[in-house]
Each structure stands twice: as structure tokens, then as C-alpha cells.
């Protein structure tokens, strides 16, 4: 099970850090990934990082302004989130897979959504 938080309203510049807490077997998970979803827009692929290794994988869309960490002794996974602008405004998901992939259709659990709006 998967529980994301820490969305919120916030001017453009602006930061916000959200955090995806799993629980159960998390010995079967692989990776975590966020994704988003914009108002009228498909949900897409915005960063993964890998449970034990830590290896990381952004979207060009927030590559240098947002970073994903994990911290396995809470089995929480963040993501930093800087520099925010209006187009960052979405639901943003957690999701986790058993192999490194980008496409929503890799991911088996999926966490609800926290909303992000970012004001100009």
C-alpha cells in the first residue's frame, strides 16, 4: 500500500516536498515512481527511483529542479519539488514496480492522489 501527502498550494518559484509512505510487502518492491495528471491531460512519468539502489531517472520536464530520494528505514519515498510552476499544477501519484520503467502500465500499486497547484 502506498500513501502519498504533502500537496498543496504554492506560488510559482516556489517548493514543496511530497512524500509516498509504503507499507505492507515492501520487500517486493523494485522501484518507485511519481507520476502526474494534469487537468484534461493523460498522467505522466516524472521521476523513479530505484528501492536498494537508489538509482535515479527524471522527465526532461523537471530534470534539475525536482529530486526523488528514498529513505528505507521509513519506507518513504520524497520527492523535492523547486522552482515550481503553473504547468507543474497536477494530481500528482506514487506507484511502485517490480523493473525499472517509465510507462504507467509497468506499475502494479498505485497510492491516492495529492493535488499540486502552483499559482502564477
Known amino acids: 500500500q502506498l500513501q502519498a501527502s504533502g500537496g498543496g498550494l504554492v506560488q510559482t518559484g516556489g517548493s514543496l516536498r511530497l512524500s509516498c509512505a509504503a507499507s505492507g510487502r515492501t520487500s517486493l518492491i523494485y522501484v518507485v515512481g511519481w507520476f502526474r495528471q494534469a487537468p484534461g491531460k493523460e498522467r505522466a512519468f516524472v521521476a523513479l527511483?530505484?528501492?536498494?539502489?537508489?538509482?535515479?531517472f527524471y522527465a526532461d520536464s523537471v530534470k534539475g529542479r525536482f529530486t526523488i530520494s528514498r529513505d528505507n528505514a521509513n519506507n518513504t519515498v520524497y520527492l523535492q519539488m523547486n522552482s515550481l510552476k503553473p504547468e507543474d499544477t497536477a494530481l500528482y501519484y506514487c506507484a511502485s514496480a517490480r523493473t525499472v520503467g517509465h510507462m504507467r502500465r509497468e506499475y502494479d500499486y498505485w497510492g491516492q492522489g495529492t493535488l499540486v497547484t502552483v499559482s502564477s
Open positions: 527511483v530505484t528501492w536498494n539502489g537508489g538509482s535515479t
